[in-house]
């Protein structure tokens, strides 16, 4: 799977050092891992759109791709480009 994001106002990455327990709670709660996931509401969210008054106005997503031993959380204004069968 190939996932693309186009028009990124900003991204975090968090190593495992910082979603060990993150990942033990989901687990138990039967989350998937390796997934991507829409965020409705968010602390990264509200503190970015706060601190860049030059983008009010615009609709910023925040997504989530998680891993095992790496989440990225990405701000767009547009879905990414997902190609599930990439040539090898």
């Given at each position: 799977?190939?996932?693309?994001?186009?028009?990124?106002?900003?991204?975090?990455?968090?190593?495992?050092?910082?979603?060990?327990?993150?990942?033990?709670?989901?687990?138990?709660?039967?989350?998937?891992?390796?997934?991507?996931?829409?965020?409705?509401?968010?602390?990264?969210?509200?503190?970015?759109?706060?601190s860049?008054?030059?983008?009010?106005?615009?609709?910023?997503?925040?997504?989530?791709?998680?891993?095992?031993?790496?989440?990225?959380?990405v701000?767009?204004?547009?879905?990414?480009?997902?190609?599930?069968?990439?040539?090898?």
């Open positions: 799977m190939l996932l693309t994001f186009h028009n990124v106002i900003s991204f975090c990455a968090h190593d495992h050092t910082t979603i060990t327990n993150y990942w033990i709670v989901r687990s138990e709660e039967k989350v998937a891992v390796g997934s991507i996931y829409q965020i409705g509401t968010s602390t990264y969210l509200d503190e970015f759109s706060q860049t008054p030059a983008l009010f106005g615009l609709q910023i997503i925040h997504y989530l791709i998680a891993g095992y031993d790496l989440c990225v959380e701000l767009a204004i547009r879905p990414p480009e997902i190609v599930v069968n990439v040539p090898r």
